[in-house]
Protein backbone atom coordinates (compact mmCIF):
# COMPACT_ATOMS: atom_id res chain seq x y z
CA UNK A 1 0.00 0.00 0.00
CA UNK A 2 0.95 3.86 -0.85
CA UNK A 3 -0.53 7.18 -0.23
CA UNK A 4 -0.85 8.81 -3.60
CA UNK A 5 -1.41 11.82 -2.50
CA UNK A 6 -0.03 13.42 1.10
CA UNK A 7 -2.45 16.17 0.64
CA UNK A 8 -5.47 14.47 -0.25
CA UNK A 9 -4.38 10.83 1.88
CA UNK A 10 -5.52 9.08 -1.05
CA UNK A 11 -4.39 5.49 -0.41
CA UNK A 12 -3.83 2.81 -3.40
CA UNK A 13 -2.63 -0.16 -3.90
CA UNK A 14 0.74 -0.83 -5.79
CA UNK A 15 0.17 -4.76 -6.67
CA UNK A 16 -2.27 -6.76 -7.35
CA UNK A 17 -4.44 -7.69 -4.09
CA UNK A 18 -5.44 -11.41 -3.98
CA UNK A 19 -7.71 -12.64 -0.74
CA UNK A 20 -6.39 -16.18 -1.57
CA UNK A 21 -2.79 -15.05 -0.43
CA UNK A 22 -4.38 -12.41 2.21
CA UNK A 23 -7.31 -11.67 3.48
CA UNK A 24 -6.79 -8.22 5.22
CA UNK A 25 -4.05 -5.59 5.79
CA UNK A 26 -3.46 -2.72 8.81
CA UNK A 27 -1.34 0.02 9.04
CA UNK A 28 -1.32 3.65 10.89
CA UNK A 29 -1.08 6.90 9.18
CA UNK A 30 0.24 9.62 10.90
CA UNK A 31 -0.43 13.43 10.50
CA UNK A 32 3.03 16.34 9.70
CA UNK A 33 4.20 17.82 11.92
CA UNK A 34 4.53 15.31 14.20
CA UNK A 35 4.19 17.79 17.51
CA UNK A 36 0.43 17.54 16.07
CA UNK A 37 0.52 14.10 17.40
CA UNK A 38 -2.36 12.90 15.51
CA UNK A 39 -1.92 9.18 13.49
CA UNK A 40 -4.96 6.83 12.35
CA UNK A 41 -4.96 3.23 12.54
CA UNK A 42 -6.35 1.89 9.15
CA UNK A 43 -8.00 -2.20 8.83
CA UNK A 44 -8.54 -2.85 5.06
CA UNK A 45 -10.20 -6.21 5.08
CA UNK A 46 -10.31 -7.52 1.06
CA UNK A 47 -13.79 -8.99 -0.47
CA UNK A 48 -13.72 -12.26 -1.85
CA UNK A 49 -14.26 -12.90 -5.32
CA UNK A 50 -15.25 -16.07 -7.67
CA UNK A 51 -12.14 -15.53 -9.64
CA UNK A 52 -10.12 -19.09 -9.44
CA UNK A 53 -11.47 -21.77 -11.19
CA UNK A 54 -12.62 -25.12 -9.82
CA UNK A 55 -10.47 -27.98 -10.55
CA UNK A 56 -9.16 -31.70 -9.72
CA UNK A 57 -7.35 -32.24 -6.67
CA UNK A 58 -4.43 -33.99 -8.95
CA UNK A 59 -3.42 -36.03 -5.30
CA UNK A 60 -6.98 -37.89 -5.27
CA UNK A 61 -6.00 -38.84 -9.40
CA UNK A 62 -2.74 -40.77 -8.32
CA UNK A 63 -2.76 -44.28 -6.71
CA UNK A 64 -0.07 -46.89 -6.17
CA UNK A 65 -1.69 -50.47 -6.28
CA UNK A 66 -0.03 -53.76 -5.75
CA UNK A 67 -0.45 -56.59 -8.37
CA UNK A 68 -2.23 -59.50 -7.58
CA UNK A 69 -4.58 -57.46 -5.55
CA UNK A 70 -7.59 -58.11 -3.35
CA UNK A 71 -11.18 -57.65 -5.64
CA UNK A 72 -13.27 -55.57 -5.51
CA UNK A 73 -10.67 -53.22 -4.14
CA UNK A 74 -11.58 -49.37 -3.32
CA UNK A 75 -8.87 -47.27 -4.44
CA UNK A 76 -9.88 -43.65 -3.19
CA UNK A 77 -12.14 -40.48 -4.27
CA UNK A 78 -11.69 -37.92 -6.88
CA UNK A 79 -11.73 -34.80 -5.15
CA UNK A 80 -12.10 -31.15 -6.47
CA UNK A 81 -10.74 -28.14 -5.19
CA UNK A 82 -12.63 -24.85 -4.96
CA UNK A 83 -10.24 -22.06 -4.16
CA UNK A 84 -12.78 -19.29 -3.36
CA UNK A 85 -15.80 -21.28 -2.07
CA UNK A 86 -18.38 -18.57 -2.64
CA UNK A 87 -21.19 -21.09 -4.14
CA UNK A 88 -21.85 -24.70 -3.85
CA UNK A 89 -20.84 -26.73 -6.82
CA UNK A 90 -22.66 -29.92 -7.49
CA UNK A 91 -20.51 -31.93 -10.15
CA UNK A 92 -20.68 -35.78 -10.68
CA UNK A 93 -17.61 -37.89 -11.94
CA UNK A 94 -17.63 -39.85 -15.08
CA UNK A 95 -15.49 -42.22 -16.73
CA UNK A 96 -15.03 -40.92 -20.65
CA UNK A 97 -14.46 -44.65 -22.15
CA UNK A 98 -16.29 -47.38 -20.35
CA UNK A 99 -14.45 -50.16 -17.95
CA UNK A 100 -14.95 -53.19 -16.86
CA UNK A 101 -11.86 -52.76 -14.63
CA UNK A 102 -12.90 -50.00 -12.49
CA UNK A 103 -16.14 -47.61 -11.24
CA UNK A 104 -16.44 -44.12 -10.32
CA UNK A 105 -19.49 -42.99 -8.25
CA UNK A 106 -21.01 -40.24 -9.93
CA UNK A 107 -21.92 -38.78 -6.81
CA UNK A 108 -18.99 -39.31 -4.21
CA UNK A 109 -16.13 -39.66 -7.02
CA UNK A 110 -15.35 -43.31 -4.94
CA UNK A 111 -13.22 -45.42 -7.07
CA UNK A 112 -13.56 -48.98 -7.08
CA UNK A 113 -11.27 -51.64 -8.43
CA UNK A 114 -13.04 -54.87 -10.14
CA UNK A 115 -9.74 -56.95 -11.86
CA UNK A 116 -6.88 -58.41 -10.29
CA UNK A 117 -3.99 -56.57 -11.63
CA UNK A 118 -0.53 -57.82 -13.14
CA UNK A 119 2.23 -55.83 -13.63
CA UNK A 120 3.75 -58.21 -16.65
CA UNK A 121 0.51 -58.14 -17.78
CA UNK A 122 -1.07 -54.90 -17.79
CA UNK A 123 2.30 -52.80 -17.78
CA UNK A 124 3.60 -50.61 -14.87
CA UNK A 125 0.75 -48.04 -15.33
CA UNK A 126 -3.27 -47.93 -16.31
CA UNK A 127 -4.63 -44.32 -17.33
CA UNK A 128 -8.16 -43.09 -17.55
CA UNK A 129 -9.64 -39.97 -19.06
CA UNK A 130 -12.86 -39.13 -16.32
CA UNK A 131 -14.78 -36.15 -16.69
CA UNK A 132 -16.42 -33.71 -14.01
CA UNK A 133 -19.73 -32.48 -14.71
CA UNK A 134 -21.56 -29.41 -13.37
CA UNK A 135 -24.87 -30.04 -12.77
CA UNK A 136 -25.63 -26.32 -11.99
CA UNK A 137 -24.30 -25.49 -15.33
CA UNK A 138 -23.76 -28.52 -18.06
CA UNK A 139 -21.29 -26.02 -19.86
CA UNK A 140 -18.72 -26.40 -17.05
CA UNK A 141 -16.71 -29.48 -17.37
CA UNK A 142 -13.45 -30.79 -16.10
CA UNK A 143 -11.24 -33.28 -17.37
CA UNK A 144 -8.00 -35.06 -16.47
CA UNK A 145 -6.69 -38.79 -16.12
CA UNK A 146 -6.72 -41.13 -13.29
CA UNK A 147 -3.45 -42.94 -13.55
CA UNK A 148 -3.03 -46.27 -11.39
CA UNK A 149 0.56 -47.44 -10.56
CA UNK A 150 1.55 -51.08 -10.29
CA UNK A 151 3.45 -52.14 -7.86
CA UNK A 152 5.58 -55.72 -8.75
CA UNK A 153 5.79 -58.34 -6.96
CA UNK A 154 8.73 -61.19 -7.48
CA UNK A 155 5.92 -63.62 -8.79
CA UNK A 156 7.37 -64.96 -12.28
CA UNK A 157 9.99 -67.64 -12.15
CA UNK A 158 13.16 -67.57 -14.49
CA UNK A 159 12.63 -68.97 -18.09
CA UNK A 160 15.60 -69.79 -20.30
CA UNK A 161 14.57 -69.35 -24.32
CA UNK A 162 15.68 -72.80 -25.19
CA UNK A 163 15.08 -75.87 -23.63
CA UNK A 164 18.13 -77.54 -25.49
CA UNK A 165 21.47 -75.36 -26.72
CA UNK A 166 24.39 -76.91 -29.16
CA UNK A 167 27.74 -75.48 -29.28
CA UNK A 168 31.29 -77.01 -30.99
CA UNK A 169 34.47 -76.29 -29.13
CA UNK A 170 37.79 -77.53 -30.02
CA UNK A 171 39.98 -80.22 -28.24
CA UNK A 172 42.65 -77.81 -27.88
CA UNK A 173 40.55 -75.06 -25.79
CA UNK A 174 42.66 -73.49 -23.11
CA UNK A 175 41.68 -74.19 -19.57
CA UNK A 176 39.50 -71.27 -18.44
CA UNK A 177 37.97 -70.27 -21.50
CA UNK A 178 34.84 -68.88 -22.01
CA UNK A 179 33.11 -71.63 -24.22
CA UNK A 180 29.22 -70.27 -23.77
CA UNK A 181 26.76 -68.07 -21.65
CA UNK A 182 23.63 -68.68 -20.65
CA UNK A 183 20.87 -65.70 -19.78
CA UNK A 184 17.68 -66.48 -18.20
CA UNK A 185 15.22 -63.65 -18.06
CA UNK A 186 12.22 -63.26 -15.61
CA UNK A 187 9.11 -61.50 -16.63
CA UNK A 188 9.53 -59.22 -13.17
CA UNK A 189 11.99 -55.79 -13.46
CA UNK A 190 15.49 -57.06 -12.80
CA UNK A 191 15.51 -55.48 -9.41
CA UNK A 192 13.44 -59.05 -8.61
CA UNK A 193 15.58 -61.16 -10.89
CA UNK A 194 18.27 -61.91 -8.75
CA UNK A 195 19.54 -65.55 -10.67
CA UNK A 196 21.40 -68.34 -9.25
CA UNK A 197 22.87 -70.31 -11.73
CA UNK A 198 23.75 -74.35 -10.78
CA UNK A 199 25.60 -77.64 -13.45
CA UNK A 200 23.04 -80.54 -11.91
CA UNK A 201 25.58 -82.89 -12.93
CA UNK A 202 28.65 -82.49 -12.06
CA UNK A 203 31.57 -82.27 -14.10
CA UNK A 204 35.54 -82.13 -14.11
CA UNK A 205 36.12 -80.12 -17.22
CA UNK A 206 33.60 -77.68 -17.14
CA UNK A 207 32.41 -74.82 -14.40
CA UNK A 208 29.37 -72.20 -14.27
CA UNK A 209 29.77 -68.55 -12.68
CA UNK A 210 26.36 -69.03 -10.68
CA UNK A 211 26.17 -65.19 -10.88
CA UNK A 212 26.29 -64.91 -14.88
CA UNK A 213 25.88 -67.90 -16.19
CA UNK A 214 29.32 -68.31 -17.77
CA UNK A 215 30.62 -71.74 -18.59
CA UNK A 216 33.94 -72.12 -18.84
CA UNK A 217 36.68 -75.27 -19.66
CA UNK A 218 38.08 -76.03 -15.95
CA UNK A 219 41.25 -78.44 -17.78
CA UNK A 220 42.36 -79.81 -20.50
CA UNK A 221 39.77 -81.97 -22.95
CA UNK A 222 40.94 -85.80 -23.08
CA UNK A 223 40.30 -87.10 -26.98
CA UNK A 224 38.14 -90.05 -25.49
CA UNK A 225 35.25 -87.16 -25.21
CA UNK A 226 34.25 -86.39 -28.20
CA UNK A 227 30.33 -84.48 -26.55
CA UNK A 228 29.60 -83.73 -23.70
CA UNK A 229 25.76 -82.58 -21.81
CA UNK A 230 25.65 -80.10 -19.51
CA UNK A 231 22.24 -79.96 -17.40
CA UNK A 232 22.25 -76.53 -16.16
CA UNK A 233 19.47 -75.27 -13.41
CA UNK A 234 18.54 -71.52 -12.39
CA UNK A 235 17.18 -70.30 -9.62
CA UNK A 236 15.44 -67.53 -8.58
CA UNK A 237 16.52 -65.88 -5.17
CA UNK A 238 13.48 -65.01 -3.20
CA UNK A 239 11.02 -67.08 -4.30
CA UNK A 240 12.45 -70.54 -5.25
CA UNK A 241 11.49 -70.86 -9.09
CA UNK A 242 13.05 -72.23 -11.11
CA UNK A 243 13.93 -73.80 -14.78
CA UNK A 244 16.44 -76.14 -16.57
CA UNK A 245 17.82 -76.46 -19.76
CA UNK A 246 20.79 -78.66 -21.33
CA UNK A 247 23.60 -77.62 -23.34
CA UNK A 248 25.17 -79.98 -25.82
CA UNK A 249 29.30 -79.75 -26.02
CA UNK A 250 30.46 -81.11 -29.34
CA UNK A 251 34.20 -81.46 -29.05
CA UNK A 252 35.71 -81.25 -32.32
CA UNK A 253 39.41 -82.73 -32.94
CA UNK A 254 41.95 -80.46 -34.33
CA UNK A 255 45.13 -82.72 -33.97
CA UNK A 256 46.14 -81.64 -37.14
CA UNK A 257 47.02 -78.44 -35.62
CA UNK A 258 49.39 -79.69 -33.68
CA UNK A 259 50.66 -83.09 -35.13
CA UNK A 260 51.96 -83.69 -38.43
CA UNK A 261 49.74 -87.19 -39.18
CA UNK A 262 51.18 -87.20 -42.94
CA UNK A 263 53.97 -88.59 -41.39
CA UNK A 264 52.05 -91.09 -38.74
CA UNK A 265 52.93 -94.11 -40.08
CA UNK A 266 56.24 -93.17 -42.02
CA UNK A 267 57.95 -93.69 -38.97
CA UNK A 268 60.49 -96.35 -38.67
CA UNK A 269 63.86 -96.99 -37.37
CA UNK A 270 66.81 -99.36 -38.37
CA UNK A 271 68.19 -101.95 -35.60
CA UNK A 272 72.30 -100.09 -34.64
CA UNK A 273 71.22 -97.22 -35.40
CA UNK A 274 73.93 -94.65 -33.28
CA UNK A 275 72.21 -92.48 -30.37
CA UNK A 276 70.54 -89.63 -31.68
CA UNK A 277 69.64 -90.73 -35.04
CA UNK A 278 66.39 -88.86 -36.21
CA UNK A 279 63.54 -91.28 -36.47
CA UNK A 280 60.72 -88.83 -37.25
CA UNK A 281 59.06 -85.43 -37.06
CA UNK A 282 55.17 -85.70 -35.80
CA UNK A 283 54.90 -81.74 -34.45
CA UNK A 284 55.50 -78.82 -36.02
CA UNK A 285 57.27 -76.03 -35.91
CA UNK A 286 55.35 -73.27 -33.55
CA UNK A 287 56.39 -70.38 -31.03
CA UNK A 288 52.82 -70.68 -29.34
CA UNK A 289 53.32 -74.61 -27.77
CA UNK A 290 55.36 -77.36 -26.70
CA UNK A 291 55.76 -81.24 -27.54
CA UNK A 292 56.77 -83.58 -23.99
CA UNK A 293 57.21 -87.17 -24.61
CA UNK A 294 56.28 -89.97 -22.06
CA UNK A 295 58.34 -92.91 -22.07
CA UNK A 296 58.75 -94.85 -19.26
CA UNK A 297 61.79 -96.52 -20.57
CA UNK A 298 63.38 -93.49 -21.04
CA UNK A 299 64.88 -94.89 -24.68
CA UNK A 300 63.51 -92.27 -26.53
CA UNK A 301 63.67 -88.23 -26.63
CA UNK A 302 61.43 -85.11 -28.37
CA UNK A 303 62.64 -81.97 -29.31
CA UNK A 304 60.51 -79.72 -27.50
CA UNK A 305 60.05 -77.12 -30.71
CA UNK A 306 58.86 -79.63 -33.24
CA UNK A 307 57.89 -82.86 -31.73
CA UNK A 308 61.21 -84.96 -33.98
CA UNK A 309 61.97 -88.08 -31.74
CA UNK A 310 65.43 -89.14 -31.88
CA UNK A 311 66.59 -92.60 -29.75
CA UNK A 312 68.56 -92.68 -26.93
CA UNK A 313 70.27 -96.02 -27.19
CA UNK A 314 71.68 -98.72 -29.91
CA UNK A 315 68.78 -101.15 -30.40
CA UNK A 316 69.62 -104.26 -31.06
CA UNK A 317 66.53 -106.54 -32.50
CA UNK A 318 67.74 -109.61 -31.18
CA UNK A 319 68.06 -108.23 -27.69
CA UNK A 320 65.44 -105.62 -27.18
CA UNK A 321 61.50 -105.44 -26.87
CA UNK A 322 60.38 -104.67 -30.47
CA UNK A 323 57.51 -102.69 -29.54
CA UNK A 324 56.96 -99.45 -27.65
CA UNK A 325 54.21 -97.21 -26.30
CA UNK A 326 54.99 -93.42 -26.85
CA UNK A 327 52.80 -90.70 -26.20
CA UNK A 328 53.56 -87.30 -27.22
CA UNK A 329 51.95 -84.14 -25.45
CA UNK A 330 51.44 -81.07 -26.80
CA UNK A 331 51.09 -78.13 -24.34
CA UNK A 332 50.28 -74.37 -24.24
CA UNK A 333 53.79 -72.49 -24.26
CA UNK A 334 52.01 -69.65 -21.98
CA UNK A 335 50.92 -71.61 -19.33
CA UNK A 336 54.89 -73.27 -18.88
CA UNK A 337 55.83 -70.20 -16.83
CA UNK A 338 57.39 -71.63 -13.28
CA UNK A 339 56.25 -74.97 -13.93
CA UNK A 340 59.25 -77.40 -14.36
CA UNK A 341 59.40 -79.16 -17.80
CA UNK A 342 60.13 -82.78 -16.90
CA UNK A 343 56.24 -82.26 -14.73
CA UNK A 344 53.91 -84.96 -16.59
CA UNK A 345 50.48 -84.31 -16.29
CA UNK A 346 47.53 -84.25 -19.00
CA UNK A 347 45.85 -81.12 -17.01
CA UNK A 348 47.68 -78.49 -19.30
CA UNK A 349 47.92 -80.41 -22.57
CA UNK A 350 46.07 -79.16 -25.31
CA UNK A 351 47.11 -82.77 -27.41
CA UNK A 352 48.08 -86.09 -27.11
CA UNK A 353 48.90 -88.98 -28.51
CA UNK A 354 50.08 -92.49 -28.58
CA UNK A 355 52.44 -94.09 -30.87
CA UNK A 356 53.53 -97.55 -30.80
CA UNK A 357 56.75 -98.13 -32.04
CA UNK A 358 58.10 -101.77 -33.49
CA UNK A 359 61.23 -102.70 -34.20
CA UNK A 360 62.12 -104.89 -36.84
CA UNK A 361 64.90 -106.21 -39.22
CA UNK A 362 63.01 -105.49 -42.21
CA UNK A 363 63.73 -101.80 -43.26
CA UNK A 364 60.61 -100.97 -44.87
CA UNK A 365 58.40 -101.79 -42.11
CA UNK A 366 56.31 -98.64 -40.10
CA UNK A 367 57.97 -98.59 -36.72
CA UNK A 368 55.61 -95.96 -35.50
CA UNK A 369 51.78 -96.59 -35.58
CA UNK A 370 49.51 -93.62 -34.84
CA UNK A 371 46.47 -94.03 -32.72
CA UNK A 372 43.72 -92.18 -32.21
Excluded at 155 to 177: A, L, M, V
Excluded at 323 to 342: A, F, H, K, M, S
Amino acid sequence: MKISSFYLGIITSNSRLDYEQKTSYSFSISLEPIQLNCSILILIKLININDNPIKFDLNSLIYNITENNLIPLYIGRIQLIDIDQLFTSEYEFYLKNFSSQISIDQTTGSIVLYEKLDREFHGSELQYEIIAIDNNNKENKLTNKLILFINDINDHGPKFDQDFYSINISKSIRSNSIIFQLNATSDDPIVNGNMTYYLINSSDYFSIDEKTGIIRVKKSLPSIITNFTLNIKVLENGINLTDQTNLLISIINDDNNYFNLDYRNNCFLDENQIIGTRICTIGKNSNDFIYELIDQMNNFQIFQHNGTIINKKIFDYEKDPHEYNLTIIVRDRENQVGRPITQIDSHHAIATHSFFLFLNLNFHSSLFHYLH
